[in-house]
């Protein structure tokens, strides 16, 4: 394994260019030039890392402790993420007495990997079973979680274990959809959900779901877009308002919370609400390029961008940037599980390690998506007010045929 090496006389350019993974620490510690290539080469190689930090006031020893700390996290988890996925362009394994399937979120994927490792390895070691798995970064998109779908003929075809979040995945009748409604999949997780739940009935009432976790969105508004006296939005019906006409960007890449946020604003607004958001997009922007450098003054770029609250990690570094939990409630993608109700025991040992306090823990204090485990302490604000679809919605609607009639209707608003 290679060292980390990272010295004080080192130019910003010699540093990422030897380690990549430290473009995004510099990024949100607000060097935001280093995210752009063409900055990075040219004024790059003219800065040390000790005039870095000097200009922004750092602490020497602090700052470099995080950079390391990202190339190490990098090296300690190539093995295990090059094992688990051996070909990003296919979620479900073929091979493996247990197989285990599904997208994970980018911020959790690598500590969920390592733990899963473990549990695998006792598994084959005590039953001599082997366990394939391919839990994909969900990064790799729509396209590829569809392909993956559409090779499903029948139970044989499923994995025992499928984890991801979004709406897509699950509640297409054409895909997914089709076996719960044969009772192919069960639920074993928790027979009450965490308190933070409590008033939103998320627990899957027909028992064939088990939802692990949630992924909100919030706002990250720009304050220095805003006209004296103006406050900042509070609510999705604020953002949908004249005011942020060609203000507004939104995690299109991201399909899984975009899509999330559709379906939400639709059944609150119809399709004149998601007319209104396509109409006032700026731009598509993955999370972290939008918490992680910010819009220069003078009115260019968002005003207000919706990510996923983890990203908001990122954010406190810029003193212009203003963290939102919408008052009306934070649009909720759920982070779901599915397990086969003819797998083996084995299998089932799985299903209950992502349905443990060890994984919520990691998906709320890692990840900052709010845990389902009744033991979790979930890392959210006092007030912290979700919106989400609900069952009744879930299953009076074809999903698979409204999210791209949603997507049809944004992408027109905003032509």
Not at 227 to 253: C, H, Y
Not at 290 to 316: D, L, N
Not at 334 to 340: H, N, Q, S, T, V
Request: include cysteine.
């Amino acid at each position: 394994m290679a060292t980390t090496n990272i010295a004080p006389e080192m130019t910003l350019f010699e540093i990422t260019e030897k380690h990549p993974e430290t473009i995004d620490v510099f990024v949100a510690n607000g060097y935001e030039h280093v995210g752009d290539e063409s900055k990075r080469r040219a004024q790059g190689k003219m800065v040390t890392l000790a005039q870095a930090v000097q200009a922004k006031s750092k602490d020497l020893k602090s700052f470099t402790a995080l950079l390391e700390n990202a190339v190490k996290e990098n090296q300690d988890h190539e093995d295990i993420t090059l094992k688990m996925v051996d070909d990003e362009s296919k979620v479900f394994p073929t091979e493996g007495d247990i197989r285990v399937a599904g997208l994970l979120p980018c911020p959790v994927r690598l500590p969920l990997l390592e733990a899963f490792d473990k549990v695998a390895k006792s598994i084959t070691a005590e039953t001599g079973l082997t366990v394939g798995a391919r839990l994909a970064a969900a990064s790799v998109g729509a396209d590829v979680l569809e392909e993956g779908m559409n090779a499903i003929n029948g139970e044989d075809d499923l994995p025992d274990i499928f984890l991801s979040a979004g709406y897509e995945a699950f509640f297409d009748r054409k895909n997914m959809a089709r076996f719960k409604d044969r009772g192919v999949f069960v639920d074993r997780s928790w027979e009450n959900h965490n308190q933070f739940f409590a008033e939103y009935d998320m627990k899957d009432p027909d028992g064939h779901y088990a939802m692990l976790a949630v992924v909100p969105a919030v706002f990250l508004v720009d304050r220095t877009q805003l006209e004296e006296g103006e406050s900042v939005p509070q609510t999705w019906k604020d953002i949908l308002g004249p005011r942020f006409k060609n203000k507004i960007a939104m995690p299109v890449g991201d399909f899984d919370l975009f899509n999330g946020i559709l379906l939400t604003i639709w059944k609150h607004y119809g399709d004149e609400g998601v007319e209104a958001i396509g109409r006032n997009l700026l731009e598509g922007m993955h999370p972290s390029q939008t918490a992680g450098r910010f819009a220069p003054k003078g009115g260019k770029g968002p005003m207000v961008s919706v990510i996923p609250y983890f990203f908001s990690k990122m954010a406190q570094f810029n003193p212009d940037a203003e963290i939102v939990w919408p008052q009306d409630g934070a649009v909720v993608s759920p982070i779901f599980m599915l397990l086969k109700n003819s797998s083996a025991e084995p299998a089932e040992r799985i299903a209950d390690f992502f349905a443990s306090k060890e994984v919520g823990e990691i998906l709320s204090h890692r990840g900052l998506f709010p845990s389902c485990h009744p033991d979790v302490e979930n890392m959210v604000p006092d007030s912290a007010p979700l919106m989400w679809l609900g069952w009744d919605f879930i299953k009076e609607n074809d999903l698979g045929e409204l999210i791209p009639r949603v997507n049809e209707i944004f992408l027109k608003a905003g032509e």
